[in-house]
């Protein structure tokens, strides 16, 4: 017998045993590959160069199924279609040509489509395309580091739409298709869920699609695209729970990477938490890759790492973010600039994984509460009297000079040699307790010319009062400080000390208590944008399972 009439007799033995994985494991398309597709591939070209002549021979030997027969399982029009296509791709493989395989596996994944939208017997066909997908996918991130290969592809592309669309994006869109294809597929249960309490038919294919196109969308830096696919899937997903493991933590990794992304660093540290802990403990690789983001989100909200975090074998990630939490701690904001500067040497790292921007914007926020906190500790004198009902305070002068020592050192001025010591071998001076301690001095070549960014302020701009009050101020109102502001007397006094258990606790409350209270005050916490968490009702539009109903007006 022909390898062709040989390959055609077995799929349809796999169609009329309904067997889709079977069907998934014979449909190959990329090497390493057994002998048979090769021969497969040289009897097509040798003898079936007539396209006109392959559909008619693949009509013969894959006959449709009777309509009064859809339960034994068989072709249908789409499939005869995507099989042509199959064998036309293998006519013409030849996967040393990159852009032409793409081309073609594309093609290809659209006919699959097709055919699984057939409502009888689609659903046969979702394992060859997540596996189809899955190849395209793969293929497009591999084309995407040869620039050299797609330039002359996108060069067309601008032609003939008039709009430039990198490959990665255009196969995201493919992709996209087959997960719109699962996710709106109208079934006879409710919301998609079977019997047994797992989803069933093409929603199965939700998560795998979804995280195929999630990643290849923030391959190509194009997130902003995905709000339309998280909108879609709260819309009409069943709830994420009941999928494998692996989609759950796949998706939960890339929604609070949008979350991340978009600013939403609450519902980011809530996604990235969830797939951490449901990651594998032997899959380093991958819960070292959250711990990037869930860390950063973590820095953000106040949360700092602990010491009992530093045994995991994933936990060698914190090295690049212990000097930016030190700094939060101690209020350091020039060790503060330095973590994220290029003196650090992990500018280029954080920048590529993209938490730099977030990292310097929102906790620099941490770092003036935590200068403030250092300076109100060093300066408050705790009253005598402990019925004082005076409110305990905080100099902003003390704080402007707290701040202008910063940006002197982040300008490079040093203490001054001490001319004494150095003459007594580094011993100090006999009445140094009584002599005043030498202020910073400029070093010889002058200060050192600070980038917008880089300075207390903005860039060598020495800070004074009317900037400092009004940081102050933020911070009161972002709740990261509990009191107010006295104008006329230039300090910042504290609320509900006594009642709080000190001026510390009431005048700086934890940064993460704060934020955590106002996501419940919000109504934040219940449920996260992006995740179905719970069953939802069915509603208008839904389709109903009447089967056992009776008819109208017969009684029980």
Same mark, same amino acid.
């Given at each position: 017998?022909?390898?062709?009439?040989?390959?055609?007799?077995?799929?349809?033995?796999?169609?009329?045993?309904?067997?889709?994985?079977?069907? @998934?494991?014979f449909l190959q398309v990329e090497p390493p590959l057994p002998a048979e597709y090769l021969q497969l591939s040289q009897e097509l070209r040798s003898a079936w160069s007539d396209g006109k002549k392959l559909e008619k021979h693949i009509e013969r030997l894959l006959p449709f199924n009777d309509d009064d027969k859809a339960d034994e399982g068989g072709a249908w029009p789409g499939f005869l279609a995507f099989i042509q296509e199959y064998l036309e791709f293998w006519k013409d493989a030849d996967f040393d040509d990159l852009v032409s395989t793409h081309v073609k596996l594309s093609a290809l994944i659209v006919s699959c489509n097709t055919a699984m939208s057939n409502a009888t017997y689609g659903s046969v066909m979702l394992p060859t395309s997540i596996r189809l997908c899955s190849s395209l996918a793969r293929l497009a991130i591999m084309l995407d580091k040869r620039p050299d290969? *797609?330039?002359?592809?996108?060069?067309?592309?601008?032609?003939?739409? %008039?709009?430039?669309?990198?490959?990665?994006?255009? *196969?995201?869109?493919?992709? +996209? !298709?087959? /997960?719109? &294809? #699962?996710?709106?597929?109208? *079934? *006879?249960? !409710?919301?998609?869920?079977?019997?047994?309490?797992?989803?069933?038919?093409?929603?199965? %294919?939700?998560?795998?699609?979804?995280?195929?196109?999630l990643k290849l969308l923030f391959k190509s830096?194009?997130?902003?695209?995905?709000? +339309?696919? /998280?909108?879609?899937?709260?819309?009409?997903?069943?709830? =994420?729970?009941?999928?494998?493991?692996?989609?759950?933590?796949?998706?939960?990794?890339? &929604?609070?990477?949008?979350?991340?992304?978009?600013?939403?660093?609450?519902?980011? @540290? +809530? #996604? &990235? +938490?969830?797939?951490?802990d449901q990651c594998h403990n032997q899959c380093i690789k991958q819960r070292r890759t959250i711990l990037i983001y869930l860390v950063s989100a973590?820095?953000? =909200?106040?949360?700092?790492?602990?010491?009992?975090?530093?045994?995991?074998?994933?936990?060698?990630?914190?090295?690049? /973010?212990?000097?930016?939490?030190?700094?939060?701690?101690?209020?350091n904001m020039p060790a503060f600039k330095r973590a994220l500067g290029p003196e650090s040497g992990n500018e280029r790292w954080y920048f590529e994984h993209g938490i730099l921007l977030q990292l310097q914007s929102r906790c620099e926020v941490l770092v003036w509460r935590?200068?403030?906190?250092?300076?109100?500790?060093?300066?408050?004198?705790?009253?005598?009297?402990?019925?004082?009902?005076?409110?305990?305070?905080?100099?902003?002068?003390?704080?402007?000079?707290? /701040?202008q020592f910063c940006q002197k050192a982040l300008e490079g001025w040093q203490k001054p040699v001490d001319p004494h010591a150095f003459m007594q071998s580094g011993r100090t001076h006999a009445n140094s307790l009584f002599m005043k301690a030498p202020d910073l001095v400029p070093p010889p070549q002058g200060p050192k010319s600070l980038l917008i960014g880089r300075g207390m302020i903005f860039g060598n701009k020495m800070p004074e009062?009317?900037?400092?009050?009004?940081?102050?101020?933020?911070?009161?109102? @972002?709740?990261?400080l509990h009191g107010f502001i006295s104008h006329t007397q230039g300090k910042f006094a504290i609320i509900g000390a006594k009642q709080k258990g000190g001026p510390l606790q009431a005048g700086f409350p934890p940064v993460w208590e704060v934020l955590q209270d106002r996501a419940f005050s919000e109504n934040r916490v219940a449920e996260c944008p992006g995740w179905v968490q719970r069953e939802k009702n069915l509603g208008m539009g839904g389709v109903v399972n009447l089967t056992g109903a009776r008819p109208a007006g017969e009684n029980s």
């Open positions: 017998m022909a390898v062709l009439d040989q390959f055609l007799s077995s799929i349809l033995g796999f169609l009329k045993a309904k067997d889709a994985g079977q069907l @998934q494991s290969l *797609t330039r002359r592809m996108v060069e067309v592309k601008d032609v003939d739409q %008039g709009e430039k669309k990198t490959l990665v994006e255009s *196969t995201a869109e493919t992709i +996209q !298709r087959a /997960f719109t &294809l #699962c996710l709106n597929e109208r *079934t *006879t249960s !409710r919301n998609g869920i079977g019997r047994d309490g797992k989803p069933e038919g093409k929603k199965i %294919g939700i998560y795998s699609f979804a995280n195929m196109v830096r194009k997130t902003s695209l995905a709000k +339309q696919l /998280f909108t879609n899937i709260v819309a009409a997903s069943p709830p =994420l729970g009941l999928y494998p493991a692996a989609q759950r933590v796949t998706y939960l990794y890339y &929604l609070g990477r949008y979350h991340f992304a978009t600013g939403h660093f609450y519902y980011a @540290q +809530q #996604c &990235l +938490q969830s797939a951490y973590n820095l953000i =909200l106040g949360r700092l790492p602990s010491q009992a975090f530093a045994g995991r074998p994933e936990s060698d990630i914190l090295d690049k /973010f212990l000097p930016i939490a030190n700094a939060i701690r101690k209020g935590s200068l403030a906190r250092r300076v109100f500790l060093l300066t408050y004198s705790f009253p005598w009297d402990p019925e004082s009902k005076k409110a305990p305070t905080l100099s902003l002068d003390d704080v402007v000079a707290a /701040f009062l009317t900037d400092v009050e009004p940081i102050i101020a933020s911070l009161i109102q @972002q709740g990261l």
